[in-house]
């Protein structure tokens, strides 16, 4: 079955600075890839999503890149809020159900 | 519109006991997850409908766990003889289509708690 690794597993930046969430796959049959934002006590909500036909999407401050050859695909926020603080997780589908990373704790300093 | 309801949000049982948990997805959406969140862990993949199609149920932890979709609508997972370590938040997310290329939306979750 599909597995997904995600780094780092906690990442501290100050208010503006950028900040990147790597995460890996194993099936090359995964073809969507969602990145979901969790904050404390609350569900998880789709931030951004990225399909393997595409290689790059931007959504204001957030983007994702895709890199299907080296099974890896990337979360990028620019110019970090303390609202962005929340764990991160990534995702791939593979047959309709998806396989999730292990979250990232981004904490933003104002 | 309304999105994905659970119920309850707070379960406590005692060890043994049988749990019925509840999911309403958002109307119209064909294909409804199951996932399972431990304290500080990731969601990890239980059972998935889709349609008339029969589930896949490849993600359940052991025969303890089941779970129904009655009418392709409104979804019960069943945990039997709750054990300690059944204890975290079982989240349901549907979704408008069940090919591999699809948006999940997420319910509230589940909290259970096995004393």
């Known amino acids: 079955g599909e597995n997904v690794e995600q780094h780092p597993s906690t990442l501290s930046v100050q208010e503006g600075d950028s900040a990147v969430i790597k995460c890996t796959y194993s099936d090359s049959a995964s073809n969507y890839f969602p990145w979901y934002k969790q904050e404390l006590g609350k569900r998880p909500q789709l931030i951004i999503d990225i399909r393997s036909n595409v290689g790059e999407k931007k959504d204001q401050r957030i983007a994702v890149t895709l890199n299907k050859t080296a099974k890896h695909f990337s979360l990028h926020i620019t110019e970090t809020q303390p609202e962005d603080s929340a764990v991160y997780f990534c995702?791939?589908?593979?047959?309709?159900?998806?396989?999730f990373g292990q979250g990232t704790i981004l904490t933003v300093h104002p | 519109g309304a999105g994905v309801s659970q119920s309850p949000s707070n379960k406590v049982t005692e060890k043994g006991k049988d749990v019925e948990l509840r999911c309403d997805p958002i109307s119209g959406h064909t294909a409804l997850y199951w996932y399972r969140q431990s304290l500080g862990q990731g969601l990890e993949f239980l059972i998935y409908f889709q349609g008339n199609s029969a589930p896949d149920k490849s993600g359940l932890p052991s025969d303890r766990f089941s779970a129904e979709r009655t009418g392709g609508s409104v979804s019960t997972l069943t945990i039997q003889r709750t054990q300690q370590e059944d204890s975290a938040v079982y989240l349901c997310a549907s979704s408008p289509t069940g090919t591999s290329i699809n948006e999940q939306y997420f319910g509230p979750g589940t909290r259970l708690t096995v004393t």
């Open positions: 995702a791939a589908s593979s047959y309709g159900k998806l396989t």
